[in-house]
C-alpha cells in the first residue's frame, strides 16, 4: 500500500531564487525527474540566473562631480604637444603649433563637469577598451589632418583610461561616433572658459 508524500514549503512567488531551490527540494523528495520538471528546472534556473544583482558598467563609475573628474588630452597627429584639460588640477595646457605650449588655470563648474561626466555615462564609457579603434568594415574613408584622443576618468574607486583618434568616417558605427561626439563637447566647453580665451592664438596651424 503507498502512501503519498505531503511537503509543505514556504517560497516566495516574486523571488525567482525561491522557486528554483523549492522546485528543486520538490523534485529530490519525490524523485521524479520527468522531462517536464527538467525543463521547468533548466528554465527557472536561466531565470534565477539573469534576474541575480549584477554590477553594472556604469555602475563601477560613480560619475560624481564630486568624487571624480578627468584628464583629457588631444593632439593633431604628427604634433610634438598636445592640448590637456586636467580638471584634478584644474588647469589647461594649450598647443601652440610651432611654439612652446601655454599653461592656464581652469576650473570648470560643477555644472559643466557634470554635462561631461552624463555624457559619459549615456555611451557607457567604462565598457570601451584602453585603445578603442573602429573595425575595419564600418569605415567609410579618412580625413586628414586628424586628431588623437586620451580620455582619463577617476573617482575613489576607478581609474578608467580610453584613447582613439578622429581618423576615420564611420557613419554607422554608434561607439565609435559617441566618443568623436564626447571629445566634441569637452572641447567645446575647453574653448568657451574665459581663461582659455585669454590665452595666445598660436602663429601657425597644422595642415
Request: proline residues 5%; aromatic residues 12%.
Amino acid at each position: 500500500m503507498s502512501h503519498d508524500k505531503k511537503v509543505e514549503i514556504s517560497i516566495s512567488a516574486d523571488k525567482p531564487a525561491d522557486i528554483y531551490a523549492g522546485l528543486l527540494i520538490l523534485t529530490a523528495m519525490e524523485n521524479r525527474f520527468t522531462f517536464a520538471t527538467l525543463a521547468a528546472t533548466f528554465i527557472l534556473g536561466f531565470l534565477v540566473f539573469i534576474s541575480a544583482p549584477k554590477l553594472s558598467n556604469v555602475a563601477q563609475m560613480t560619475y560624481d562631480t564630486a568624487d571624480s573628474g578627468i584628464i583629457f588630452r588631444w593632439r593633431v597627429e604628427g604634433a610634438e604637444h598636445a592640448n590637456e584639460l586636467d580638471t584634478f588640477n584644474e588647469s589647461f595646457v594649450k598647443d601652440m603649433v610651432n611654439e612652446a605650449p601655454v599653461w592656464t588655470n581652469m576650473e570648470l563648474s560643477s555644472e559643466e563637469l557634470d554635462v561631461i561626466l552624463k555624457k559619459m555615462a549615456d555611451i557607457d564609457f567604462i565598457s570601451y577598451p584602453r585603445v578603442f579603434t573602429p573595425k575595419r568594415v564600418t569605415i567609410g574613408g579618412e580625413q586628414t589632418p586628424f586628431s588623437h584622443y586620451y580620455l582619463e576618468y577617476r573617482d575613489e574607486t576607478v581609474t578608467k583610461i580610453v584613447q582613439w583618434n578622429d581618423r576615420y568616417y564611420a557613419p554607422g558605427n554608434v561607439r565609435y561616433n559617441n566618443l568623436k561626439e564626447l571629445s566634441r563637447l569637452i572641447i567645446k566647453i575647453v574653448e568657451a572658459q574665459p581663461e582659455y580665451q585669454e590665452l595666445p592664438e598660436p602663429t601657425a596651424f597644422y595642415v
